[in-house]
């Protein structure tokens, strides 16, 4: 395979030696941009370089998300690490071993071609060389573009893609260590943030003798404040009894929780395609909708950040080093060449939440406290009530339908907020209470040939004749929100997907049956006749028994991997999960075991997103701001999942992170309706919901 | 005021109040961050460790009603444990990780062999939000043959 267009990693990072490092003493570094946020990219990335390098994976030493040492790949997000990181790691180390053949080629005075590389040491046939890695480092440059013009190995050649190499990160994190929770400056000082209740709100007074009295100091600059002392337990008690006074912001209330108050706002208007002629009489409709997510994280946000007067350093877990360090030099002012931003890991965030505000808060109070390092961590209430959350979303579909019931004519109307508040710093806390906030800025979504915000997944896979997607996306929403696994995805499959069993009821044709009428993608195809064989389609009873099984199908981004999940539950007050099947094509697979582990992760978490999960709003801001009002699945309420990986050949590998969120809602959804006889359109399907559902439809 | 205990199979002798928080104490006193701060409320089950073998909450205990006992943080939980943590994958992120294995150790300190059911019902106060909960049940079945006699 020869690559005739470099991917945009590599046209960003272009020099081998951003990627590439030969260590003395026998070992390797690699330098990647994406950073490890729990799925096992680090490993992945490794598996690959060391398939390509011929050397064992334990002379890997990974570099991650470091400004000072690793090339700019942007964001970890949107299951992009592999197909775009992974594609760069691919060439440049297949060229770094070609390089070094070449090399001992000259040395040897013999043709490349009866050379090989063993473990970094070049052989000849069956014969070491005496030539290796280490050995020829000197000789060989790499101070030097990639051309991306050497042959990668064909799938047939791996040896190492394509096993289950086991996550370099997890005994460590086993054994106490791990995170950067865990990391201690000498002379750190420990802070805490006074976060305001609303957007918007002003800092009246803080008393800074209570806060004093407590042992720790004060620090304030606009409306931004925090406490700080030199020990955790002393700041934590400064937080408790300090009393900030706020005032104004932008007022809220429950009637905001759910995705119906965001139609109709003001919001910036875009659409694409063309839908057809039918006119709005003759079509069929149903709103779906998803309320505001919680990235949930594990572990509160974190951060350490140093100054020395000249030079400030940043820890944080990010998902974007490069981003967030542009948006430091923003915040303080200092170029950016005089910032490092360096990645250690946190909680899996499943998107943007605190990380980044808990960084730029660290770094406004190491510029004024130079030479100290300072630690800034949240608490779980401000993980939940500061964080920017998951927009919630309202989808509509409209459909005109064939004489057999098929969709010919495809409309979807979208109302949500900013699904990427992270580019912009208006929407970052501590740029909110600068004492002169940056102007508000039209926040925008990705473009829809980008993947979309908002627009993610809302053109079917199915063919469905002309179809038409119209966004609104509403600016001023209650809460901040920017970026959730999937962005639009999971809200746009659900619709998509529920919307379709309601359709194939109608025609009385049964739901896998009649989205096969519809599909001709065979990739799609077969992922959905793999799932409903596992689930033993074939046997699915009558509805409106109180069990039910439902299934959904979804192409992540329509480019990414293909996922199809079949759920089986059982409903009376409340839903009870009873087996999920799920088949997936994700193209060639670099980690099984890694994808299997994504994969139901990403259905499990769905699955709690669908029957559980809500951002309450009060008065004084967010309400849910603990695990007791803000519930996800537990132990008890998880059923047996199997999962199958089909076999894809050597089509390229593709990113499964978020590609089961979508479908798992959808099955859900449908497995209900299915139970029920009744629909439930609007997540999360609480008692109230299915007591409604049942009520409506009986 | 000082309190004396065991932890990790070692006296120990904490100098202060005997109010500090436990959680506190292992992690920014004595280095330890096998217990992880999640809420410090008691609530998602980071922190655990044992106390006389029993799993309770780090971030909600006192360190003065410690006096004499027996404390255990995921540091110190049998090797078996970590072990089938490992070869089941069963981990995404890991940051529940810690309380997962404590509260396994909890488990198979007082139960030989345990069924499915009563590892769900060990765990269930344990949140993960990477929904890597199969893999962790399986990991602590495969801990309980590892351990049984
Ligand atoms: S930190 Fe103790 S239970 Fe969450
Ligand atoms: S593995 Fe991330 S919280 Fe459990």
């Given at each position: 395979m020869i690559a005739n267009t470099l991917p945009k990693s590599l046209q960003d990072n272009p020099r081998l030696d951003q990627w590439i490092t030969i260590l003395p003493g026998g070992g390797v570094m690699l330098r990647v941009g994406k950073v490890e946020i729990g799925q096992g990219i680090t490993t992945a990335l490794a598996q690959i370089a060391a398939e390509e390098l011929d050397i064992a994976p334990g002379r890997l030493v990974v570099t991650a998300g470091d400004t000072a040492a690793a090339p700019d790949e942007g964001t970890t997000t949107g299951s992009m690490s592999v197909e775009m990181s992974g594609g760069a790691v691919r060439l440049v180390c297949a060229e770094v071993r070609g390089l070094f053949l070449a090399a001992a080629a000259g040395r040897l005075e013999r043709s490349v071609s009866g050379l090989s590389v063993r473990d970094g040491a070049v052989m000849a046939g069956a014969v070491a060389t005496g030539l290796n890695y280490w050995n020829l480092a000197g000789a060989v440059p790499l101070a030097r573009e990639a051309t991306g013009a050497v042959s990668v190995k064909p799938q047939s050649?791996?040896?190492?893609?394509?096993?289950?190499?086991?996550?370099?990160?997890?005994?460590?994190?086993?054994?106490?260590?791990?995170?950067?929770?865990?990391?201690?400056?000498?002379?750190?000082?420990?802070?805490?943030?006074?976060?305001?209740?609303?957007?918007?709100?002003?800092?009246?007074?803080?008393?800074?003798?209570?806060?004093?009295?407590?042992?720790?100091?004060?620090?304030?600059?606009?409306?931004?404040?925090?406490?700080?002392?030199?020990?955790?337990?002393?700041?934590?008690?400064?937080?408790?009894?300090?009393?900030?006074?706020?005032?104004?912001?932008?007022?809220?209330?429950?009637?905001?929780?759910?995705?119906?108050?965001?139609?109709?706002?003001?919001?910036?208007?875009?659409?694409?395609?063309?839908?057809?002629?039918?006119?709005?009489?003759?079509?069929?409709?149903?709103?779906?909708?998803?309320?505001?997510?919680?990235?949930?994280?594990?572990?509160?946000?974190?951060?350490?950040?140093?100054?020395?007067?000249?030079r400030l350093v940043i820890w944080s877990h990010s998902q974007g080093p490069y981003p967030l360090r542009r948006h430091v030099a923003a915040l303080t002012g200092l170029a950016e060449t005089a910032i490092t931003v360096r990645h250690a890991q946190g909680a899996g965030c499943y998107g943007h939440n605190g990380a980044d505000d808990a960084a730029l808060e660290a770094a406004l109070l190491a510029l004024h406290h130079p030479g100290r390092p300072i630690r800034v961590l949240w608490t779980r209430a401000d993980e939940f009530a500061q964080e920017p959350v998951g927009t919630a979303m309202s989808v509509e579909i409209a459909a005109a339908l064939d004489a057999a019931g098929r969709p010919v004519d495809w409309t979807a109307t979208i109302w949500s907020a900013p699904h990427v508040g992270r580019m912009f710093a208006a929407n970052l806390l501590p740029f909110q209470a600068l004492p002169e906030p940056p102007a508000a800025v039209a926040m925008v979504d990705p473009a829809p040939e980008g993947g979309g915000g908002a627009s993610r997944n809302s053109v079917p896979i199915y063919d469905v004749g002309p179809c038409r997607v119209d966004v609104h996306l509403v600016q001023r929403p209650p809460v901040r929100t920017s970026a959730l696994r999937g962005l639009g995805a999971l809200p746009n499959v659900f619709a998509i997907e529920s919307f379709l069993d309601e359709l194939a009821e109608r025609a009385g044709v049964d739901p896998v049956e009649y989205r096969l009428s519809i599909l001709s993608d065979a990739r799609a195809r077969r992922v959905l006749v793999a799932a409903a064989e596992m689930a033993r389609w074939a046997r699915r009873g009558p509805a409106g028994t109180g069990a039910g099984l439902g299934i959904g199908l979804g192409r992540y981004k329509n480019k990414s991997a293909f996922a199809a999940v079949a759920v089986a539950l059982e409903v009376d007050t409340e839903v009870r999960l009873r087996r999920i099947w799920c088949s997936v094509d994700a193209g060639l697979a670099i980690n099984p075991d890694g994808i299997r582990n994504q994969v139901e992760g990403g259905i499990i978490q769905a699955a709690s997103m669908t029957l559980k999960e809500q951002v309450r709003l009060g008065s004084e801001g967010i309400a849910s701001r603990s695990w007791a009002e803000y519930p996800i699945l537990r132990f008890s309420e998880i059923p047996p999942i199997e999962t199958v990986l089909l076999d894809a050949g050597d089509e390229p590998p593709l990113g499964v992170g978020e590609c089961t969120m979508g479908p798992t809602a959808a099955a859900i959804g449908n497995a209900v309706a299915h139970a029920l006889g009744a629909r439930i359109r609007d997540m999360p399907f609480t008692r109230e919901r299915i007591a409604a559902a049942l009520l409506a439809g009986g | 005021m000082a309190t004396t205990f065991t932890l990790n199979g070692d006296p120990v002798t904490i100098e202060g109040a005997p109010t500090a928080l436990l959680l506190d104490v292992l992690r920014n006193g004595l280095g330890l961050t096998g217990a992880r701060y999640g809420c410090g409320e008691e609530q998602c089950g980071a922190c655990l460790v044992l106390v006389d073998g029993v799993a309770v909450h780090a971030c909600g205990r006192e360190v003065g009603t410690l006096a004499g006992r027996d404390v255990v943080t995921a540091e110190g939980v049998p090797e078996v444990i970590r072990a089938a943590f490992i070869a089941e994958q069963a981990a995404q992120c890991g940051y529940c990780s810690s309380g997962m294995i404590v509260a396994a150790a909890g488990l198979l300190g007082r139960v030989v062999r345990p069924g499915r059911d009563e590892v769900v019902a060990a765990l269930d106060g344990n949140l993960c939000r990477c929904g890597s909960h199969p893999r962790i049940v399986a990991a602590v079945l495969r801990a309980a043959e590892g351990m049984a006699p």
């Open positions: 050649a791996h040896r190492l893609v394509g096993t289950d190499m086991p996550r370099r990160d997890l005994a460590l994190k086993l054994s106490g260590g791990g995170f950067l929770h865990d990391m201690v400056l000498p002379g750190m000082a420990h802070a805490r943030v006074l976060h305001p209740p609303l957007i918007g709100a002003r800092l009246e007074a803080v008393d800074a003798a209570v806060i004093e009295r407590a042992g720790a100091s004060v620090f304030q600059h606009g409306n931004f404040a925090a406490v700080l002392a030199g020990s955790a337990a002393v700041a934590e008690a400064a937080l408790a009894v300090a009393r900030p006074v706020w005032s104004g912001g932008a007022a809220i209330g429950p009637v905001m929780e759910e995705a119906g108050w965001l139609v109709g706002r003001e919001a910036i208007h875009s659409h694409f395609g063309v839908a057809g002629e039918a006119s709005p009489g003759d079509r069929i409709r149903a709103v779906y909708t998803r309320p505001y997510i919680s990235h949930g994280t594990l572990g509160p946000s974190v951060a350490i950040a140093e100054f020395d007067g000249a | -």
